[in-house]
Nanobody, 126 residues
Framework: QVYLVESGGGLVQAGGSLRLSCAGS????????LGWFRQAPGKEREFVAA????????NYADSVKDRFTISRDNAKNTMYLQMNSLKPEDTAVYYC???????????????????WGQGTQVTVSS
């Protein structure tokens, strides 16, 4: 069985924090590079962050660098995105994604994704 399920989204004031989780099957975690993408209303889906299978390599979009932290717990088949200092422009549906054979340094494109989650809404009020 293959699945990725996000949780943890919600409404938060600017400057606040949220932690997103992405739970998956072992099949979508073992050996896979994982990432987060987001899509704001009226905009294309964009890369947010990526993490290697071991967790030793991470990559971030410039817009979230130093505010967001990606991590994973392979024993729990769960990936996280800790989001701090949230801004209204972070408002979007956040998707977790899995790919194989691509370094976290280069996992930035939708076309590279093998599996998607269904998305979780994050709304940041000003």
């Amino acid at each position: 069985q293959v699945y990725l399920v996000e949780s943890g989204g919600g409404l938060v004031q600017a400057g606040g924090s949220l932690r997103l989780s992405c739970a998956g099957s072992e099949r979508t975690f073992r050996g896979y590079t994982l990432g987060w993408f987001r899509q704001a209303p009226g905009k294309e889906r964009e890369f947010v962050a990526a993490i290697s299978w071991s967790g030793g390599t991470t990559n971030y979009a410039d817009s979230v660098k130093d505010r967001f932290t990606i991590s994973r717990d392979n024993a729990k088949n769960t990936m996280y995105l800790q989001m701090n200092s949230l801004k209204p422009e972070d408002t979007a549906v956040y998707y977790c994604a899995a790919t194989k054979g691509i370094s976290a340094y280069y996992f930035t494109e939708e076309s590279q994704v093998h599996y998607w989650g269904q998305g979780t809404q994050v709304t940041v009020s000003s």
